[in-house]
């Protein structure tokens, strides 16, 4: 059942040429699937249950399954509407193929009645045996069509990808996503320290300083100081603050940094991050990458602490 839809309007008529990002998409419908693991987290909360790392911990995977739920969204429209198509699809078939068994057997018995003083008995047992002949077609006609008529996922994809309003859509919800993923993270830690210190506010006592604290070097270093924590809080940070402009504070990461120079074949690895007109450019697999990081840590914080 192939997608068709109205072409997009040009980009002429949305906005000025001298606003527009050049944003990455990325062309995978699969790399939208969700990467929220519930039988991890499943286990955390029973970790946690009776400890006093129960209400950081809830905290977080409350605001971390949100996250997955934006993640998610456009494959999730890929998928209910193939499943609508699909069930409307079957519902046809089913109707079609009760209606035609009724049609076929009501002709079969008219023929019959009005043609028995003129059919000999062989006669009208051919005419059976053909007729039942016709309903066999007809349902192999029907499990054919059923087989063989899918709904063009791709098809609804590539229109969905190629459509500048989505297009802008992703790169915002990716965007969101990624400082979604840290903002909670901050949240967790400084809830870990409030088990400790019950009036803990950051603005008082950074985060790093307060964990190291109560929790020792070594967790902190791993939770918190970490290069690969480092890099996502600096990203997080121009995100939120420098409009994801890579900035001096990120050179020092520059190997993990990708200028697109050919925005049609990006490079889509969750450890890299596209560069387009050195503006930090979000993708599904940065995302996933990130909340694969944290989570480590959480579990880590989670098993020592608990």
């Known amino acids: 059942m192939p997608y068709h839809a109205p072409a997009d309007p040009p980009w002429s008529l949305l906005v000025s040429r001298d606003i527009i990002d050049t944003p990455i998409i990325d062309p995978n419908v699969e790399s ?61 078939l089913r109707f ?22 003129s059919l000999k008995l062989d006669q009208r047992r051919a005419l059976k045996r053909a007729v039942a002949g016709i309903e066999v077609e007809v349902q ?52 870990v320290n409030r088990t400790r210190e019950q009036a803990y506010s950051s603005k008082n006592d950074p985060i790093k300083a307060a964990f190291s604290k109560h929790f020792g070097a070594t967790l902190a270093d791993h939770c918190w100081n970490h290069d690969e924590v480092d890099l996502a809080r600096l990203v997080r940070n121009t995100l939120a603050h420098n409009g994801g402009r890579f900035g001096k504070d990120l050179e020092k990461y520059g190997s993990r940094f990708v200028d697109a120079t050919d925005t049609t074949a990006p490079l889509l690895r969750g450890d890299r991050f ?33």
């Open 32 to 92: 939208y699937e969700k990467f929220f693991d519930h039988s991890c987290c499943k286990r955390l909360f029973e970790a946690v249950e009776t400890s006093p790392l129960a209400n950081a911990v809830n905290a977080l995977i409350v605001a971390w399954r949100s996250t997955n739920g934006a993640h998610i969204l456009p494959w999730l429209m890929v998928e209910s509407l193939k499943n609508f198509a699909q069930g409307e699809m079957d519902g046809n």
């Open 96 to 117: 079609r193929e009760g209606y035609l068994d009724r049609v076929i057997t009501g002709l079969a018995d008219k023929l019959e009645s009005r043609m028995q003083y």
């Open 140 to 191: 192999r006609a029907t499990e054919r069509a059923r087989s063989e008529i899918r709904f063009e996922s791709s098809g609804y994809w590539n229109y969905l990808v190629g459509n500048s309003e989505f297009q802008f859509c992703i790169l915002g919800i990716q965007r969101i996503n990624y400082g979604s993923l840290f903002f909670a993270y901050d949240d967790f830690l400084a809830n």
């Open 274 to 306: 596209i560069l387009v007109n050195s503006k930090i450019q979000i993708v599904p697999d940065n995302t996933a990458y990130l909340y694969a990081l944290l989570m480590e840590r959480v579990t880590r914080i989670v098993d020592s602490l608990a």
